[in-house]
């Protein structure tokens, strides 16, 4: 069968992460590794970034900027993604639903295009 | 500022397109065939409505006059299609033949079901039958059948636009079979007024009007089953399985909104009403005396409602229900099930001896309630390191935020510290 690969983007308010209480947080981090743990299992999962590692960089008249963090214009901050490889786009959306993240914001599916 | 009649016309094309829409649809395809045609005619018939109504007033046989414009659309559509083409005659035939059954003046006749079992044919690929049905019976959008059923809009569209040319194309027909065909695609037809019915149910907490508004369309649709094959078994028990499914609906939250398994339910929460309807169908369905899946799965909720009174499941019956039900449906969810009700009979260790079976099975890797059974047993025979792990899968597995909360805490128990 083949299978694609699909980018699952993690959409979340972090500010609303950062206030929640310490148990709600050991929650949600609980959550995330038992989805990683279960995606592992069904040997869907090749690539993951689950935490707010990034740098974001920008040209602004000609001269680059980079910044530390995510891109954060918007409330809602892409958190993390996962690289899943799966059949067909409707077993990618089931995965998508089981995501924590879908919970508190939104997880967007994109496939990805082999180079 | 809207006028009286504007009012009352949109309320009456609402009320037409909410309760007959399945119908006009029906009769319409029952006589061209032709189910995005009908569906496109029946809107611009219904747009047609809203831009007339108000100023003529709301027609005495509302019915019958979106009918009559619809049949109008349909003819003009063929023949733009057919411009140039011999194809006149038949043309003129569709045009009599839907202008002969309009004609009948009382109510138009009912061809519901027939589509359904148009629908729900094996010629048309599992997966699609259920939303097919609710776009043509129930007048979903493509976006909104997509959303309940979990796959991309543009895909679910594809997938509905493919499977009514194949019923054109293919040429299947519309009627309900009779004799032994009857019973299997009756099979088929229940199969995908469930499929909706779980939809809708999957969403506990009642946050996605669109979900809620699914269970509600599938007990609809059970109802009309049964209202139109009121001698099968297997319609009433269906009937049954999703009143006493929907009696329980809110009982499965607590007023802090956490998840509250079925054995821990107060029964002073049930809907007693919905139960003693699903009693009264399933008796129905017992003196037709052929069992099947639906009157066990409506029966094995008897037996956990009959705590109400007993203030205990029957689980020696549930036991046997399940055992029954697997020998005609060889499904793993079965058999999980009936792993749960042995640990409750015979203790958490023959219940896992059931599970084992199932080890080898791939289908299972990804199949939450399979992980949360095992781990609740394991945990229940003193094995803490193994239900653990079997915690994390299921957790990991879960779509719904509470019942995952539930799970965190079960593992937790499980497993202190």
């Not at chain 2, 809203?50 to 007033?57: D, N, Q, R």
């Amino acid at each position: 069968m083949q299978y694609t690969l699909y980018t699952l983007l993690i959409y979340s308010n972090e500010v609303a992460m950062q206030n929640a209480s310490k148990k709600d947080r050991d929650d949600i981090l609980a959550a995330y590794n038992a989805y990683s743990e279960a995606m592992q299992k069904a040997g869907v999962i090749r690539g993951l970034r689950p935490s707010g590692m990034s740098t974001t960089v920008r040209a602004e008249n000609g001269k680059t900027k980079v910044l530390n963090g995510p891109y954060a214009e918007t409330k809602e901050q892409i958190g993390g993604y996962f690289v899943i490889e799966v059949p067909d786009l409707d077993a990618a959306l089931s995965w998508a639903a089981r995501c924590p993240g879908a919970s508190y914001g939104a997880v967007e599916v994109r496939p990805d295009w082999p180079m | 500022m809207p006028q009286e009649g504007d009012e009352q016309a949109h309320l009456t094309a609402e009320r037409v397109a909410r309760g007959n829409y399945g119908k006009l649809v029906a009769f319409l395809v029952a006589r061209t065939r032709d189910v995005a045609g009908a569906e496109d005619a029946l809107s611009e018939a219904f747009a047609a409505a809203l831009e007339s109504w108000p100023g003529s007033g709301v027609p005495t046989n509302p019915e019958a006059w979106l009918i009559a414009v619809a049949r109008r659309k349909l003819v003009d559509a063929a023949r733009r299609r057919r411009a140039g083409d011999e194809a006149g005659p038949q043309i003129q035939l569709m045009a009599e033949e839907l202008q002969a059954a309009a004609n009948v003046d009382t109510d138009i006749p009912d061809d519901r079901l027939a589509l359904m079992f148009a629908c729900a044919h094996p010629a048309i690929d599992a997966g699609v039958r259920a939303p097919l049905i609710l776009q043509t019976i129930l007048g979903f959008d493509a976006a909104t059948v997509a959303s309940a059923f979990l796959v991309a809009p543009a895909t679910m569209g594809q997938r509905l636009v493919r499977a009514k040319a194949k019923i054109r194309q293919a040429g299947i027909p519309f009627r309900v079979p009779d004799g032994a065909d009857l019973a299997d695609r009756l099979d088929a037809v229940l199969e995908a007024i469930y499929a909706t019915f779980s939809e809708g149910w999957t969403d506990p907490a009642g946050t996605e009007s669109r979900r809620r508004d699914l269970a509600e369309e599938g007990i609809w649709l059970g109802r009309l089953a049964v209202s139109l094959l009121p001698n099968e078994p297997e319609a009433l028990g269906l009937l049954a399985l999703m009143l006493h499914a929907e009696a329980r609906r809110a009982a499965r939250r607590d007023q802090a909104g956490d998840y509250v398994p079925l054995t821990a339910q107060d029964p002073a929460t049930w809907n007693g009403r919905l139960i003693d309807e699903a009693e009264r169908q399933l008796l129905r369905a017992s003196k037709l005396t052929a069992i099947g899946r639906f009157q066990l799965e409506a029966a094995i909720q008897s037996a956990h409602v009959v705590r109400r009174r007993t203030g205990k499941a029957d689980w020696v019956a549930i036991e046997r229900l399940y055992a029954a039900l697997a020998a005609i449906t060889d499904s793993p969810v079965v058999t999980i099930n009936r792993a749960i009700a042995i640990a409750e009979t015979q203790g958490a260790t023959s219940g896992l001896n059931v599970l084992a079976t199932l080890a080898d099975d791939p289908r299972l890797i990804d199949y939450q309630p399979y992980w949360a059974a095992r781990a609740e047993l394991l945990s229940r025979a003193g094995e803490a390191i193994e239900a653990d792990k079997a915690y994390q899968l299921a957790i990991g597995l879960e779509p719904d935020p509470a019942v995952r909360r539930f799970l965190q805490r079960r593992r937790e128990r499980n497993l202190p510290g």
